[in-house]
């Protein structure tokens, strides 16, 4: 498989704008943040609290509209488990973010710098991992056994870490300028995050292009960030390909953030066709001024051998099954690699218990546009793939590769994201499950494409057993992924939103794979190279977002309330709609 095969999905011609585009219009959305930069650059991290303060309120107040937009888009009933993703992944994930952004900059005028909550731990290769989850009791309830660290480049102390933290906040002046942001087309806060990033973590204002595909939502993201379109700070503007080139190359954008595909990537920079490629190969862009991006991966789940229960069986396959669920599997960080020993003797068992919860979960609209033809390129390779649930209308099957060759390292499983409701598995060699462990390192690191953020569930005896227990934690060390989840699926770092969000850092232009950057990071770390975030092996009860709760819009819509205003008296009607079967 050639390099420029690998990857993720390619642009669609859903992405075309129709007719030549209102270069008038653009040109007034880009003037009028432009023309506030400096008032941005000049407005308090207190008053900048206060206008979060107000996001929020008007986020909440805007949620049910917006969400259920959302859900007629995608096919989903608002009081449905899907309908229940739509209102935390789609909207709670923004809120939690603008409440995190607006606690640092509280911190900013009472301490100098944003409190992280900590600890501080030393790990391998020179490196401290600062906790940032939980921050609080609130957390420590809602999200009972999980944590989240924010892990440094090698060499930085804790004392640089705090010397570096909100440098924007420092000359704010210096920072001034425009922003594009360069929407995604899948999960509706997608978009409002990366301005809330360029704003509060970057000190830019922004022009936010909405992606053709879910364009649908500006009207609530206006409602939404009304606060900050008010005083020139945003622009909100829609269009395709035409309009997206024309604003990256407009001369008063100073810089761009993009979530799609590599290839999305290498256009804008290097242009398309023979020519782009030329460039791309010779190195020579022509876009030069600062790309950021996070832009899809291959995701593996590694699966650690040891002696699960039945419940634990069950468990897993339900998490996983939610992992390849969840959007409908239009996820950037939807799993696409399942990474098995061989000699597992329950590997079998697994599997069909996975078979057997996605067969029992309703299949989903393939509203994301390609989706079919991506599936069909799988399956022409893959014939032998395991089609579940309903094919009728506009669904498509959930799908399970098995036992993919991993001596086959250009197979399209390994180096494709399908961006569709598809996942494969693959079976490593090892001679006991250390050495699976440090083999299933090897094998996600120099064979499967991208990393951006990968998993690994381990029982808790291979945790504590003496050898294979240093193995996971040195595995959580190596693997270069800007997420990783142990026990826990690694979207949990994108929705804390105290860690941060992007591709394992180093990757050239020329060969970008999961991007560049990182998004989030509300405590405006200076050098952070990725994110851990744990959870138990079996929570009880299972987490709300679980594709097999069938309570789980009614816990969405409490923690919705709860994230628009904190408070105790809220806690025992969101633990009791927890607990409820």
């Known amino acids: 498989m050639s390099q420029s095969q690998r990857g993720a999905a390619a642009p669609t011609s859903g992405n075309q704008d129709h007719g030549a585009i209102d270069t008038t219009t653009l040109d007034a959305a880009v003037a009028h943040v432009a023309d506030q930069a400096l008032a941005w ?50 909207i709670g994930t923004f809120m939690r973010m603008a409440n995190a952004f607006r606690h640092s900059m509280i911190d900013i005028v009472e301490k100098g710098r944003p409190n992280y909550p900590g600890p501080v731990r030393h790990k391998p290769g020179n490196r401290i991992a600062i906790q940032v989850m939980p921050g609080g009791g609130f957390d420590k309830i809602l999200y009972s056994g999980m944590s989240a660290e924010v892990w440094m480049e090698p060499g930085i102390t804790e004392q640089q870490v705090k010397d570096t933290q909100a440098e924007v906040y420092k000359n704010p002046a210096a920072h001034a300028g425009v922003s594009l942001v360069l929407g995604a087309g899948n999960v509706a806060s997608l978009g409002p995050r990366d301005v809330l990033t360029k704003l509060f973590a970057e000190g830019k204002v922004v022009v ?16 939404a960030m009304a606060a900050l379109i008010e005083k020139g700070f945003l622009s909100i503007v829609s269009g395709g390909a035409a309009t997206g080139a024309y604003l990256t190359n407009h001369d008063s954008v100073q810089d761009i953030h993009v979530t799609g595909s590599d290839k999305t990537h290498d256009a804008i920079v290097f242009g398309v066709g023979e020519e782009g490629a030329r460039r791309k190969a010779a190195n020579e862009p022509l876009v030069t001024k600062p ?29 996983v099954a939610t992992m390849i669920t969840n959007n409908a599997g239009f996820n950037c960080l939807t799993p696409r690699v399942l990474v098995t020993h061989k000699g597992w003797a329950q590997r079998d068992e697994f599997l069909a218990a996975l078979e057997e919860t996605l067969s029992s979960l309703p299949t989903r609209r393939a509203y994301y546009p390609g989706a079919r033809e991506r599936h069909a390129a799988f399956l022409a390779e893959h014939p032998e793939a395991t089609l579940l649930g309903s094919t009728e209308g506009d669904q498509l099957p959930w799908t399970l590769i098995r036992n993919v060759n991993p001596e086959n390292v250009g197979d399209m499983a390994f180096n494709v994201e399908a961006f569709c409701a598809l996942a494969s598995e693959t079976a490593l060699e090892a001679s006991d499950p250390a050495d699976f462990v440090r083999r299933a390192v090897t094998f996600c690191n120099d064979v499967v494409w991208g990393t951006l953020s990968a998993t690994v569930l381990a029982h808790p005896t291979s945790m504590k057993d ?19 989840g142990l026990n826990l699926w690694h979207a949990m770092s994108f929705a804390f939103s105290t860690t941060v969000w992007g591709a394992y850092p180093g990757h050239p232009i020329t060969d970008i794979q999961s991007g560049s950057g990182f998004v989030g990071n509300a405590f405006l770390f200076a050098n952070p190279q990725k994110s851990v975030v744990r959870g138990p092996f079996r929570a009880n009860p299972a987490p709300a977002w679980f594709a097999t709760n069938k309570n789980g819009a009614a816990v969405m819509r409490k923690l919705l309330a709860f994230e628009a205003a904190p408070s105790w008296r809220k806690i025992p009607g969101l633990l009791a709609a927890a607990l409820k079967k």
């Open 41 to 90: 650059a000049a407005t308090t991290p207190r008053e900048r609290a206060a206008l979060l303060e107000r996001i929020v309120a008007d986020t909440y107040a805007v949620a049910e509209e917006w969400a259920a937009a959302g859900c007629a888009a995608k096919g989903y009933e608002p009081n449905s488990v899907e309908g229940g993703e739509e209102l935390f992944s789609g």
């Open 466 to 484: 003496p050898v294979t227990g240093p193995a996971i934690e040195q595995a959580v060390a190596d693997l270069r992924y800007g997420s990783i």
């Open 291 to 319: 790309v950021s991006c996070e832009l899809g991966n291959v995701s593996p789940v590694v699966i650690v051998p040891g002696v699960w229960s039945a419940q634990d069986i069950a468990y897993q396959a339900a998490h």
């Open 208 to 223: 936010l292009k909405a992606n053709p595909v879910n364009e649908y939502l500006v009207p609530y993201w206006e409602k």
